[in-house]
């Protein structure tokens, strides 16, 4: 079998069942697992699939409706994070009129913005509304049913508060981003909130760190077409070629 006909094969095996061990493989494609190794670690180079002790796992899997919960992201990709929220801060303008989805990114977002800004700032995040409040920011908090785990505000009132709200720029969270799927979160309420958020902007962006990339959670709420990204790194060109990406460490 020739080397890239074995590559195709470890990734169609890999995407059914989602990870598989070298031995597996080694039987399957009648290979010696020190080429299934040899494999698996080019196509890990090439982000193709995750190279773990023993195996690989699939890349892009549907990762279920489990979130972990704000304080436990908030330790997560600190500099990163840092990186693409000193950015975006520089986008605001005073004559800006801008939403800031909740999440531990956008929630950084506020730490760099000038406490001169003039912009006037709705958000349905409640840590976010505190930040803003206590920077001394002209800021907005949406109504809704609270979602414990994220800190968020949701539901079919918070989506009616956006309804007559036209934002010049939104700054949105996001669990995954994916070719096909676009942007995705594991909640219904939190996708309805988003998609409301990015409809209602001239300009939107989604933050989110390299982690995110290839990644499919249950619900879709937004193609990558209709926002930017700001991010660290970006896993390959299939992105580029979809939307605008602005990569902020180099």
């Not at 079998?1 to 195709?8: A, F, S």
């Not at 080694?26 to 180079?45: H, M, V, Y």
């Given at each position: 079998?020739?080397?890239?006909?074995?590559?195709?094969s470890i990734l169609s095996i890999i995407n059914e069942k989602?990870?598989?061990t070298v031995s597996e493989l080694?039987?399957?494609?009648?290979?010696?697992?020190?080429?299934?190794?040899?494999?698996?670690?080019?196509?890990?180079?090439?982000?193709?699939?995750?190279?773990?002790?023993?195996?690989?796992?699939?890349?892009?899997?549907?990762?279920g409706f489990i979130e972990a919960s704000t304080s436990t992201k908030e330790t997560l990709m600190q500099e990163e994070k840092t990186e693409i929220a000193r950015y975006c801060a520089t986008l605001i303008n005073d004559t800006d009129f801008v939403y800031i989805d909740a999440g531990t990114t956008t929630s950084r977002l506020i730490d760099y913005i000038p406490e001169t800004s003039r912009a006037v700032y709705v958000t349905n995040g409640i840590v976010h509304a505190r930040k803003l409040i206590k920077r001394g920011l002209n800021a907005y908090i949406v109504g809704g049913k609270v979602k414990p785990a994220t800190e968020a505000i949701v539901g079919a009132e918070g989506i009616s508060s956006l309804k007559n709200l036209n934002f010049s720029k939104a700054f949105i969270g996001t669990n995954g981003i994916d070719v096909e799927a676009g942007f995705t979160?594991?909640?219904?309420?939190?996708?309805?909130?988003?998609?409301?958020?990015?409809?209602?902007?001239?300009?939107?962006?989604?933050?989110?760190?390299?982690?995110?990339?290839k990644r499919v959670f249950p619900v879709s709420f937004s193609p990558l077409r209709q926002c930017c990204i700001i991010t660290d790194a970006v896993p390959d060109n299939t992105f580029n070629n979809e939307t605008v990406i602005k990569e902020v460490m180099h």
């Open positions: 079998m020739l080397t890239q006909e074995r590559y195709h989602h990870a598989v080694s039987q399957l494609l009648d290979t010696s697992e020190s080429t299934i190794r040899r494999d698996l670690t080019a196509l890990d180079q090439l982000g193709k699939l995750k190279k773990v002790f023993g195996g690989a796992t699939s890349i892009k899997q549907t990762l979160t594991p909640d219904i309420d939190e996708a309805k909130m988003k998609e409301a958020a990015i409809n209602k902007s001239y300009m939107a962006f989604v933050m989110a760190d390299h982690t995110k990339f």
